[in-house]
């Protein structure tokens, strides 16, 4: 295309942008609206993941093993199921360091220390805390530790008890994966929803500032201007209303993560909203600019094209 | 030039808007088209800018059959055609001055070129200090003279004026009419629309007289008889 046409389809453009103020006005503050949406939702599916990761590292699984089993033993266990391709992290309470656990959360209640105190020994066993990297997988590394069991000492098991085949322990896990996946599934829908919804009014707002111009544009078809001529101008348009809309939004972001921030923080754990903001800002930058520029030049361009018909 | 061969109009109500109309325009004729409204005047017209599409029978502009040209190539032939309408059809957002560069930027002409024949042209119809007003701030005399500056700036083979002083009143229409007149006489073909007697009577040019779709007249030098 030559650089003299471009020129006049660029300045006719800003031309009609700035003669057409009210309705410029009015499509970008349509505009804005949508692109906040769009924000927002990227910023709840943040919110919403780091809650839900916060969530699932709370599920674990124990292994309690029986008083006498030698150190080595459990020792040896802990490193076959690190060697597990499911398992995350495996922790170690020795007999003594469980025995602390025990003393300082009934530090309150003396019947239960006194109780304890009248014992020779230590009751309890040592403990392998198992946290494995995706909920449906505590079911494998518990049958694996049954194997284990089974296996390896031929009788005399080493562990006493493991709290998956609890039947409260474990309907807690599933209830968990449950309401974690349908969280994730309603979130979705509920951002596509919203999305779609905010994209058709804008969509409708720019057919419609067209639509006063439709004359015009059979005016322009009669004086014998190209279908291209007449409709780049409108997309120019379209465009410098979806690049303001989104300048604006990021903009209206900032102050409002910023104050947002130390609440959700606070709230859902892990993610402070507003430096997550800027230090993706490249992203929110492509994705809100990104979606302006292209719904406003999209939306443009086919509602010019029922008028240029004739 | 212009030919029209057995053309008919039909809408899908059964209504007639033509005939079949049969007439041709030699250039550098200036014919005039009366008729009382509804008579098809304007339908005639629309046909030579392919805005409408015969039911039966084809136009011809220059031996091209202007319904078969693809809509892309449309504008090389509206180029070709001036058009001025009675409701003027300005751009409202755009001044005087950019209305008519808008019709020589659609030709692709180049910008020094624009600078200096839209002044021209406006001067050409009297306008020369209004150049910079927007349309609702001209009179309805001084909007259809911006439109007829627009029709001729891209020096074209023919102007169709549909009913070009259907809204001004006489001075206005006078003035219209002998703008035309001048364009005719530098060589360009006009053909004029119009159900005003008085400008007829005054022109002493070719008539063509139409009733309910058809043409009951076509007199070398007529004048408005109905």
New interface residues.
């Given amino acids: 295309m030559k650089w003299l046409t471009t020129k006049r389809i660029l300045r006719a453009g800003v031309l009609d942008f700035s003669r057409n103020a009210f309705v410029s006005f009015a499509s970008i503050l349509v505009m804005t609206v949508t692109l906040f949406t769009v924000g927002v939702t990227l910023f709840a599916g943040v919110i919403l993941n780091s809650a839900l990761i916060e969530l699932r590292d709370k599920a674990d699984v124990n292994v309690y093993f029986t008083t006498n089993a030698p150190e080595e033993q459990i020792l040896q266990m802990k490193t076959s199921l690190e060697a597990l391709p499911e398992v995350a992290q495996v922790e170690y309470l020795s007999r003594d360091e469980a025995l602390a656990q025990f003393r300082e959360r009934h530090k309150n209640d003396q019947l239960t220390l006194s109780a304890l105190d009248e014992l020779s020994d230590n009751p309890l066993g040592a403990v392998l805390n198992v946290k494995a990297k995706d909920l449906s997988q505590y079911e494998a590394i518990a049958a694996f530790l049954q194997d284990q069991q089974a296996a390896s000492t031929g009788g005399a098991s080493i562990i006493d008890k493991i709290n998956f085949f609890d039947e409260q322990h474990r309907a807690a896990l599933d209830r968990l994966e449950s309401i974690t996946a349908s969280a994730q599934r309603l979130g979705l829908i509920v951002v596509i929803l919203l999305i779609v919804t905010t994209l058709a009014i804008s969509f409708n707002t720019l057919r419609l500032a067209i639509y006063t111009s439709r004359d015009e544009i059979q005016v322009m078809r009669l004086v014998g201007a190209g279908a291209f001529y007449i409709r780049a101008p409108f997309m120019v348009e379209g465009v410098l209303y979806g690049l303001i809309a989104g300048i604006v939004t990021l903009l209206l972001f900032y102050p409002l993560t910023w104050w947002l921030g130390g609440v959700t923080g606070n709230f859902f754990g892990g993610v402070n909203i507003f430096s997550y903001y800027l230090s993706n800002f490249l992203y929110f930058f492509l994705i809100i600019i990104g979606t302006g520029v292209l719904l406003g030049a999209i939306a443009s361009f086919l509602a010019v094209r029922r008028y240029l018909k004739i | 030039m212009i030919y029209y061969d057995r053309v008919s109009k039909i809408y899908a109500d059964n209504s007639i808007a033509l005939e079949d109309v049969s007439f041709s325009v030699e250039p550098g004729e200036f014919v005039s088209v009366v008729g009382h409204s509804g008579a098809g005047k304007t339908t005639l017209v629309k046909m030579l800018?392919?805005?409408e599409r015969p039911t039966t029978g084809s136009v011809f502009f220059e031996s091209i059959n202007v319904h078969e040209i693809p809509?892309?190539k449309?504008?090389?032939?509206?180029?070709k055609i001036g058009?001025v309408f009675q409701d003027f059809?300005?751009?409202?957002?755009?001044t005087a001055y950019e209305n008519i560069a808008?019709?020589m930027?659609?030709?692709?002409r180049?910008?020094e070129e624009i600078r200096s024949d839209v002044p021209h042209v406006l001067e050409l119809v009297d306008l020369g200090d209004k150049i910079n007003n927007f349309p609702d701030e001209l009179s309805g005399g001084e909007q259809q003279r911006v439109a007829i500056a627009?029709a001729i700036v891209?020096q074209p083979d023919v102007i169709v004026a549909d009913e070009p002083t259907g809204n001004l009143d006489p001075v206005n229409t006078f003035e219209v009419v002998q703008i035309l007149k001048k364009i005719n006489d530098l060589g360009t073909t006009i053909i004029l629309t119009t159900h005003n007697k008085g400008v007829i009577d005054s022109l002493k040019k070719r008539v063509i007289t139409m009733d309910r779709g058809k043409v009951i007249r076509d007199d070398k030098e007529g004048k408005y008889i109905l």
């Fill in positions: 800018l392919a805005e809509l892309n449309m504008g090389d032939l509206r180029r058009t059809r300005l751009l409202p957002n755009k808008f019709a930027e659609a030709a692709g180049p910008e627009r891209n």
